[in-house]
C-alpha cells in the first residue's frame, strides 16, 4: 500500500516500533520515520525490565504501571520471538541486589525499603546465599537481596524483532528524521522521539545521558547467572549478561544536555565497581563503549496522549529509565487510543499537566 498512511510514527525507538506493530496488527496501514541519532537510548539500553530496582521515583501511579507492564512481558516476548523468529534473550532468573561493603547494606536498603508495601518486596540475602546464586560475586561483598520481579532481555534483538515483525505486517520504514509535525500527513501521527521530542513540540523533556561498557570474556567462559544491581562505595552499578561470554556493565547518570562522546572517567569508575563485585571481569576485554539520552520530565513521569489542540496527533515519550519495561502496556494503550477503542492511559502521564510556553506567556 503507497500513499496517505493510517498511521505515521515519529521515531523507531523501543516505543515507536513496538506502536508500529501493534497498530499493524489491527490491519492498519503504518509508516515509521526514523534517523538513528547518536545517542538514541534503545539503540544502546542494557535492557533491564525492572520494576523494582529501577524505581528511582516511587510514584504509585508508575509503580502500578511499571509491574503491569512486567507481568505482561512474557507473553509479549513470547508473541513478538514467534512473529519475528528471533530469540529475545528474554531472562526471567530475578535480579541480585548486591551491597558490597558494609556500609553500602545501609545505602541499598534505603533504596528498596519502599517496596515492602507494594506486591513484589526484595527478599533478603546474606553474603553466603548471594554467592550460593552467583558463585562469580566477590568475597568482599557482604549481603543484599533477590528480587524475583525483575527480568532482562537483550534490548537490540527486541528492536530487531519489533522491526522484522511490524516489516511482515507492511510496516514502511523511512530513513529520514521529521523536524516539524507538518512534515507527516497520515490519519493519526504519534510522536515518540524520546530527548529529541521537544524539537516537535514544547514539552518539558530533557536529555539524562547515561554511559555502557560491553565486556567481552576472551577465554570464552561461563558468565554471570542473574542480572546483578550493585552498590559499591554507595554507588550504584548494574551487570549483566549477554550471550554467555559477554557483560554489559551500566549506567552512569549525568546532565550534559546532548552530548554524547564517552567518557574516559566514567568507562573508568563503571568497571572499577564492575570488577569490586565480580574480580573475573578484570581479565575481560572493552568490546564497546556507548552513550544513550534518556528522555526525562520534571515528575520523572512519561508523557502519553492526545497531543492539546490536535485531533490527530499522540505523544508517548519521557519513559526515562523504563522505556523496555514500559513499551508492551504503553504500546497496547496508545493503539488502543489512536484507534478510537479506549483511553486507559493513566491521568497522571496526561501531556495537559504541562502548558507550553506560550499558553503560560498568554495566561
Given amino acids: 500500500m503507497t500513499g496517505r498512511p493510517d498511521v505515521a510514527v515519529i521515531g523507531g525507538g523501543v516505543i515507536g516500533l513496538a506502536v508500529a506493530w501493534r497498530c499493524a496488527q489491527r490491519g492498519l496501514d503504518v509508516q515509521v520515520f526514523h534517523d538513528e541519532i547518536p545517542g538514541t537510548a534503545s539503540a544502546v539500553a542494557p535492557g533491564m525490565l525492572a520494576p523494582v530496582s529501577e524505581a528511582d521515583f516511587p510514584d504509585p501511579a508508575l509503580l502500578t504501571f511499571a509491574h503491569e507492564a512486567r507481568h505482561g512481558w512474557p507473553a509479549f516476548a513470547a508473541e513478538l520471538a514467534a512473529e519475528s523468529g528471533i530469540d529475545l534473550g528474554y531472562a526471567d532468573s530475578g535480579l541480585l541486589l548486591v551491597a558490597h561493603a558494609e556500609e553500602d547494606r545501609a545505602r541499598l536498603a534505603a533504596m528498596y525499603s519502599f517496596r515492602e508495601g507494594f506486591d ?40 530487531e524483532a519489533l522491526r522484522a515483525a511490524g516489516q511482515a505486517l507492511g510496516v514502511r520504514y ?3 528524521r521529521v523536524r516539524s509535525l507538518g512534515e507527516v500527513s497520515a490519519g493519526s501521527v504519534l510522536v515518540a522521539t524520546g530527548a529529541w521530542s521537544p524539537t516537535l513540540h514544547e514539552w518539558p523533556v530533557t536529555p539524562v545521558r547515561g554511559q555502557v561498557v560491553l565486556l567481552r570474556d576472551p577465554t570464552g567462559g561461563p558468565g554471570l547467572r542473574h542480572g546483578i544491581r550493585g552498590v559499591v562505595r554507595g554507588e550504584p552499578v548494574y551487570l549483566a549478561g549477554r550471550d554467555g561470554h559477554e557483560t554489559i556493565v551500566a549506567a552512569t547518570l549525568d546532565h550534559a544536555g546532548f552530548d554524547v562522546r564517552p567518557s574516559a572517567q566514567a568507562t573508568d569508575s563503571l568497571l572499577r565497581k564492575a570488577v569490586a563485585l565480580v574480580p573475573a571481569l578484570a581479565g575481560h576485554e572493552v568490546a564497546a563503549t556507548r552513550v544513550g539520552l534518556r528522555p526525562d520530565t520534571p515528575d520523572h513521569l512519561p508523557i502519553m496522549g492526545r497531543i492539546p489542540g490536535r485531533s ?52
Avoid: N
Wanted: hydrophobic share 40%; charged share 25%; glycine share 8%.
Fill in 312 to 363: 490527530d496527533a499522540y505523544v508517548c515519550t519521557g519513559h526515562y529509565r523504563h522505556g523496555f519495561l514500559l513499551a508492551p502496556v504503553a504500546a497496547d494503550l496508545m493503539t488502543a487510543l489512536m484507534v478510537g477503542a479506549a483511553d486507559g492511559i493513566p491521568a497522571a502521564f496526561a501531556p495537559q499537566r504541562f502548558r507550553s510556553t506560550k499558553e503560560s506567556a498568554s495566561r
Fill in 120 to 159: 513484589a518486596p526484595c527478599k533478603s540475602l546474606d553474603a553466603d546465599e548471594l554467592r550460593a546464586r552467583e558463585p562469580l560475586l566477590s568475597a568482599e561483598c557482604r549481603g543484599g537481596g533477590f528480587a524475583t520481579e525483575d527480568h532482562h532481555v537483550d534490548a537490540q534483538r527486541v528492536r
Fill in 174 to 176: 523511512v530513513d529520514r
